[in-house]
């Protein structure tokens, strides 16, 4: 059953990213190198397009080197953005973040005219951790000034250039199905959202292709070519302390030791998504997006028919939103 996730209203953090960007020069979205396409907020595309964006493939110590290239490249190829991958060990992000963000914005810089940059990002992609660093580095953090609230930080990354945090909560968003696991899988959304057992079982179908032979080494198995997805979890459950008396296998211990051997890189560095194959997933998820929007439409029309024509009009008035790509 697919995932679901509903964090609570986005209204006041749209209302006030979109308050925040028109001073904004720069917007940095923090994804984690693991799940790039799923730990993005689709809502922030949203609401920044056309802004000069610098994609942070944060986590690149626990990501597989060769697809963050593979995503670095998607992402640079993309009007006015930059991408560049960076983890908690680097000694000094700052000098490599106002790099990329003065090379986005090169008419801004100088006393008269800082640059001004927003860091976005959902939970867990490490935002609080890059900012103390940040902070512990030769940045300084500024409080009381007109319109930053107590929720909201500004940063000193260089004399001038200034990096505001955002306001509010950026939560992922469910967009696809696949979105849902990778992002449960690596932490990404509240424990009470997902069954543990379904989570391993995508999480092992998505490792096994590409990182198959590390899954052996881990768990010392033989080929597992012939194992589908629920043997292989009863084989990490056997070879982790998951028998129960009678030699049977607890599959909700199976599934939290391969949870947690995931998020802890016990299994080497791992991406679970190709830019490619989330771009499929997400074509995918707009079709079905569409599919329900037309049924509940349909629904409403056979409920109330004075109000569809109405509604009817304003649609073909106004159009229907375009969809941003990720
Ligand atoms: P957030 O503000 O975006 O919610 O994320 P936060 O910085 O709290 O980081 C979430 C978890 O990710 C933390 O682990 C943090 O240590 C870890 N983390 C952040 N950046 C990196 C990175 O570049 N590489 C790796 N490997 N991990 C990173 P935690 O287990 O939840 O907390 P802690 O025990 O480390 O304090």
Redesign the pocket.
Known sequence: MPIQWFPGHMHSTRKAISERLPEIDVVIE?LD?RLPGSSANPLLAELTQGKPALKVL?????ADPELTTLWLDHYQAQAATRALG?????AAPARQLVAACRALAPLRGGMVKPLRVLIC????????????TLMGQRSAKTGDEPGITKAEQKLVLASDVYLFDTPGMLWPRITVEQTGYHLAAS?GIGRNAYDEEEVALVLLASVRPRYGHRLQERYKLGDIAALGDEALLAEVGRKRGGLLPGGRVNMQKAAEVAINDF?T?AWGRITLETPEEFLRWWAHGQVLDAQRSARREALTRKKTPDRSLQADTTTTKTGPKPPVEP
């Open positions: 923090l190198a944060n986590k690149q110590d626990l960076l983890d908690a060990s680097a990002g959902i939970p867990n992609v490490g935002k609080s951790t890059l900012i103390n932490g998020r890189g």
